[in-house]
C-alpha cells in the first residue's frame, strides 16, 4: 500500500511535532517535510511534491497561509491543500477555499477527523471540522435559501468528504439521483466543484 506523502506548514514547532507524531501511527502517511512559512511552504512543495500540504493560514510573518495556498494551486492546480487552523470565521473559510484549498480543518479536530481529512484530500474530496460543517448546515436550511431541503442537506454532507455512493446511501437515494442533485447545485450557484458550492453557500449567507 502507497502511503499518502504530508507537508506540514505551521509557524509554530511543536504544532508540527505533534501532527508528525500523530500522522506517524498511521501506515498509509509519511511526513516528508515542514514549512515554518509560506515562502518556505512554496520551496518545498516544489522539492517534495506532497500528496497533501497541511497548511495553517496565520504565519508569524511574511506570505500567509491564504497566500501561500494560491500561489501554490497555480503552480500545480492538482496540488491538495488542507487548512489546519483555529481560524473559523465564514470569511476565512471563503478564503481558503477560493484559494484552493481542499478542506478545512479546525486545531481542535479529533486524530480521526485529522486522519480522514488527508485520506480525504488525498483523493480530491473536500472535507470540513464538524463544528464548520454543522454551522453551515444550519445556514442552509433557512427557508430563504435558493437550495431546496434536499438539496441544502446534501450539500451539507459534501463537507464530510462523501463519494456519490456514500451519499446516496445516507439519504437513500441511488447515485444517479445524487448526480442529478449535484447538478441542480451547481447550476443554482454558478459553480461546478463541491468546494466552490460550500464556499459560495457560506458567501451567500454572509451577504444576507
Known amino acids: 500500500m502507497s502511503s499518502i506523502t504530508v507537508l506540514l506548514v ?45 497548511m495553517d493560514l496565520a504565519m508569524g510573518s511574511g506570505m500567509d497561509g491564504i497566500e501561500a495556498i494560491r500561489k501554490i494551486r497555480e503552480r500545480n492546480s492538482g496540488q491538495a ?5 483555529t481560524y473559523d470565521s465564514d470569511a476565512d473559510i471563503v478564503r481558503a477555499v477560493d484559494a484552493g484549498a481542499m478542506g478545512y480543518l479546525l486545531k481542535d479536530a479529533t486524530p480521526e477527523e485529522i486522519f480522514t481529512a488527508i ?33 441544502a442537506e446534501l450539500l451539507s454532507l459534501l463537507t464530510e468528504g462523501l463519494g456519490n455512493r456514500e451519499l446516496g446511501r445516507r439519504l437513500f437515494i441511488s447515485e444517479a439521483t445524487v ?30
Open 119 to 151: 485520506r480525504g484530500a488525498a483523493e480530491g474530496k473536500s472535507v470540513m471540522s464538524p463544528p464548520v460543517a454543522s454551522r453551515l448546515f444550519q445556514q442552509l436550511r433557512n427557508p430563504e435559501e435558493i437550495l431546496t431541503p434536499r438539496e
Open 179 to 208: 448526480k442529478t442533485h449535484l447538478a441542480h447545485i451547481y447550476a443554482k450557484l454558478g459553480v461546478d466543484t463541491r468546494a466552490a458550492a460550500i464556499a459560495t453557500a457560506i458567501r451567500r449567507e454572509g451577504m444576507r
Open 81 to 85: 491543500v488542507l487548512v489546519f487552523t
Open 10 to 54: 505551521d509557524d509554530h514547532l511543536v504544532v508540527r511535532s505533534g501532527l508528525r507524531a500523530l500522522l506517524g501511527t498511521q501506515p498509509d502517511m509519511e511526513v516528508i517535510g515542514e514549512a515554518a512559512s509560506g515562502e518556505e511552504a512554496l520551496e518545498r512543495v516544489r522539492e517534495h511534491s506532497p500528496g497533501v500540504v497541511v
